[in-house]
């Protein structure tokens, strides 16, 4: 799908594309969250906001019970393009998904992995 113009001059890559997804759909997240559902260390995740945040996507800020925490959310001012740009994908997926059962769902997701990292050279 190709990127909305309101984000097309903010060069993102395909890593910000689930971070972004993930802030979307589940709604404002922490630093160790994000990292636990990308698979990546805290630290690229902190890499990734602090990019998405000087780039005016994502909003980041203490949390209010734990000033060690940082909260990451999708900026107001692009929410509607990053909407407009991963929420027929998830639609997509939801129609895609719906029909199979938990098993089915696991199996192809299960495989999905398998092939990204056989693509990335670590199915080896």
Do not use: C
Not at 20 to 37: H, K, M, Q
Not at 57 to 86: F, G, H, K, P, Q
Not at 87 to 96: F, L, T, V
């Amino acid at each position: 799908m190709p990127v909305p113009e309101p984000l097309r001059t903010l060069d993102l890559a395909p890593r910000h594309l689930s971070l972004l997804s993930y802030l979307l759909f589940d709604g404002p997240l922490t630093v160790n969250e994000l990292a636990a559902r990308l698979e990546v260390a805290p630290a690229t995740v902190s890499l990734m906001v602090g990019d998405l945040s000087r780039k005016g996507v994502v909003n980041r800020r203490e949390d209010d019970a734990d000033r060690r925490r940082t909260i990451v959310s999708i900026a107001e001012t692009n929410r509607e393009a990053v909407d407009a740009w991963l929420a027929r994908g998830a639609r997509a997926w939801r129609s895609a998904l719906e029909p199979l059962t938990s098993e089915q769902r696991r199996v192809f997701v299960k495989t999905l992995r398998s092939y990204e990292r056989a693509l990335a050279g670590d199915g080896e």
